[in-house]
């Protein structure tokens, strides 16, 4: 997604079959077999609404603050975190719409909280979305480009160390084209061994129904269990494009998949040099209609084998309620993003229990918590994270008040001892009040 295409793509473009288009609506598909969920939204929630803060950044302007202009690309819309913009539609999806005309645009862009997103070692991560491109084609599309995609997370805060340290960008269209494109960014620009500032990509058609008309899901996988390592992408299930580590040098590959992992991005541009190099002139034009969003279901990671028998990798997203024991609490449904239940009536004193949490090789250094309370004034307390018994020192902890409501939810961070192996861990509450002060949705951890 940055700075892409400088030169005129040559497009076929198969006939369209008619099919039955899938629903609009669907939840996170459960994990296969022998795989865990490290990270997910269902954009659930009402319609207006922005998405979770919890999750993402909106991030506004024309470029990051002090990076390249035109976000590296020549793109030429102004990202607002405006709702006419980017918004929940009230029916479990996202939509990224463009309004505008000529050469005057708003759009949105998002991107992950986390960053980082990467496989343990002989595990393979899957980043995963399901997708409805902007539904417009011809003349009527030209500039608009799409994009799913994730960033090296060193780039962020930096902004001029692309492309070394790596992008994958899972699906991209321009100009309304039934056609998906995979590409992967590395090394150095321009020329180096991802051949930029075009990358090394491949396309396809979306299967069946167009790109435009349907939703489909778009998948890269980062596979650590085989060597040399290899990077995929999918469309609908099916494989369109491979890179091997074999077709780089040891600093290239290190440059790109040595650092904590990556961030996830999501985007409507309008112009740039993608859209503008496959139309073989400037875009959009006066002949490009405003209003056609991009239309996300969701977006998850998954990964597998990284969990012991009946355990749980440290770095999925851990259900509170999936606790082995407790002790003071109580369950409850939820009103936060994806339902379910979350464990509430939290005191002084309380626990929560889960057994055999997987922390691998490499450590982790932070802890996240999805909370809530409706705790009157000056009734607060501590989360604590504490390893294999209830009365171990806190290895890291934070404190948490009134957030607005018993199910206003916040994701709070704190950093923790660096963690290896396999362990017990406690979630403990402690407070000066013997007042409920916390209800907990969900906690994960991080490197």
Not at 34 to 56: C, I, K, M, Q, R
Not at 189 to 217: D, I, K, M, V, Y
Not at 361 to 366: D, I, K, L, S
């Amino acid at each position: 997604m940055l700075r892409r295409r400088l030169t005129l793509l040559a497009i076929a473009l198969p006939a369209l079959l008619t099919l039955v288009v899938p629903a609009a609506f669907a939840s996170v598909p459960p994990p296969p077999p022998g795989w865990s969920l490290v990270w997910a939204d269902d954009f659930n929630g009402p319609a207006g609404a922005l998405p979770d803060p919890g999750n993402w950044i909106i991030d506004t302007g024309h470029s990051y603050p002090g990076g390249p202009a035109n976000w590296g690309t020549g793109e030429i819309q102004n990202y607002t975190a405006n709702p006419g913009n980017v918004s929940l539609d009230g029916s479990g999806n996202l939509r990224i719409t463009p309004l505008g005309a000529n050469r005057d645009w708003t759009s949105a862009r998002i991107e992950t909280r986390r960053t980082d997103f990467k496989p343990a070692d002989g595990s393979i991560l899957r980043i995963e979305g399901r997708i409805q491109m902007p539904d417009v084609t011809g003349q009527a599309a030209l500039g608009y480009w799409p994009a799913f995609w994730a960033l090296g997370a060193p780039f962020r805060g930096n902004y001029w160390n692309w492309p070394g340290i790596g992008e994958f960008d899972i699906m991209e269209n321009v100009n309304g084209i039934n056609s998906v494109w995979g590409v992967l960014h590395c090394g150095v620009a321009p020329g180096g061994p991802c051949n930029e500032f075009n990358g090394l990509g491949a396309s396809r058609a979306c299967p069946g129904a167009a790109c435009q008309s349907a939703f489909h899901t778009y998948r890269f996988e980062w596979d650590r269990s085989v060597t040399p390592n290899q990077l995929r992408w999918y469309v609908d299930g099916q494989q369109y494009h491979t890179v091997s580590q074999s077709q780089f040098d040891a600093a290239t590959w290190t440059g790109m998949t040595g650092h904590a992992g990556y961030f996830i991005l999501l985007n409507v541009a309008m112009g740039g040099a993608f859209p503008d190099g496959v139309a073989g002139f400037a875009t959009p034009t006066a002949a490009t209609v405003s209003g056609r969003p991009m239309v996300v279901d969701y977006v998850a990671v998954w990964q597998s084998g990284t969990a012991p028998p009946g355990g749980v990798d440290a770095r999925s997203t851990i259900q509170a309620e999936n606790y082995q024991a407790q002790s003071g609490t109580a369950l409850e449904a939820t009103g936060d993003a994806g339902g379910g239940q979350n464990v509430g009536w939290i005191a002084d004193g309380d626990w929560l229990r889960f057994d055999d949490v997987a922390f691998g090789g490499t450590a982790a250094t932070q802890f996240r918590a999805r909370v809530a309370s409706g705790a009157p004034g000056g009734v607060s307390g501590l989360v604590q994270v504490r390893l294999d018994a209830p009365a171990s020192p806190p290895i890291g902890e934070f404190a948490v008040g009134n957030t607005g409501g018993w199910q206003s939810w916040r994701t709070i961070p704190a950093n923790i001892s660096q963690v290896t192996g396999t362990h017990t861990v406690y979630l403990t509450f402690t407070s000066g009040q013997p007042a409920d002060f916390v209800n907990v949705n969900w906690f994960t951890f991080a490197s």
